[in-house]
């Protein structure tokens, strides 16, 4: 149980473009949803934090205009790279937890590794 | 000073070894604390979590915790090779806060 899924798993896209990344939590649902980044040998770094049918929350120094999340439902939410560039090329990997949970655990996605040339 | 500190390692041993990863922390409302594996390139895996202080044990893994030292460890019994992954403490208040991870130890167990 407990499993959560990213699509693509890697992207490569041209500077300027946006890009979109899917999560889906496959076996449960999932009231809020994580975003994070992690660049090569450093730990992940939280970018927001999204509830079903409300706007998400982004920790600071994070442009919400330039990544926007839809948390739509409780089995998918979506982070959208507005106008990449190549600064933003990094792994982008989703998480999931679902209320009633006393643990608080949190349910990683395999990860999306973005390019931007 | 980081409110979760965490060796990055690396650290090699030997297979069969038993392995002690630590976190140290300075925030005394985390309840919850959790270890996660990251494999090179893809997301991290829960392999325990513990509530408080105490511990807990599943198959090769032990995860401690001192709420009194702020310090949690887990342990890995006969370390095998595939076991060679990233190592992430990670922890919260609860309630559906966010987690706070450390900076991850990176492992070898080499043969």
């Known amino acids: 149980g407990a499993v959560v899924s990213q699509h693509p798993s890697w992207v490569i896209c041209k500077s300027g473009t946006s890009v979109k990344i899917e999560c889906r939590s496959l076996d449960f649902q999932a009231t809020t949803m994580f975003w994070y980044r992690q660049f090569p040998k450093q730990s992940l770094m939280l970018m927001a934090t999204?509830?079903?049918?409300?706007?998400?929350?982004?920790e600071q120094g994070v442009e919400k205009d330039k990544f926007l999340i839809n948390h739509a439902s409780l089995t998918l939410s979506t982070l959208t790279v507005t106008s990449a560039h190549p600064e933003d090329s990094s792994f982008y990997i989703c998480?999931?937890?679902?209320?009633?949970?006393?643990?608080?655990?949190?349910?990683f996605g395999p990860g999306t590794r973005l390019t931007v040339l | 000073q980081k409110e979760v500190e965490q060796d990055p390692g690396p650290l090699s041993v030997p297979e069969g070894a038993i392995v002690s990863l630590n976190c140290t922390y300075s925030n005394s409302a985390f309840q919850y604390f959790m270890w996660y594996r990251q494999y090179s390139r893809k997301g991290p895996e829960l392999l325990m979590y513990t509530y408080s202080s105490g511990n807990k044990e599943d198959g090769r893994f032990t995860a401690q915790v001192d709420k009194s030292s702020k310090y949690i460890s887990l342990f890995i019994r006969d370390s095998q090779p595939s076991d060679s992954a990233t190592y992430l403490c990670a922890m919260n208040p609860g309630g559906g806060n966010k987690l706070t991870f450390g900076t991850g130890t990176q492992l070898k167990v080499e043969l």
């Open positions: 998480s999931a937890t679902t209320s009633g949970q006393t643990t608080d655990t949190q349910y």
């Open positions: 999204s509830n079903e049918g409300s706007k998400a929350t982004y």
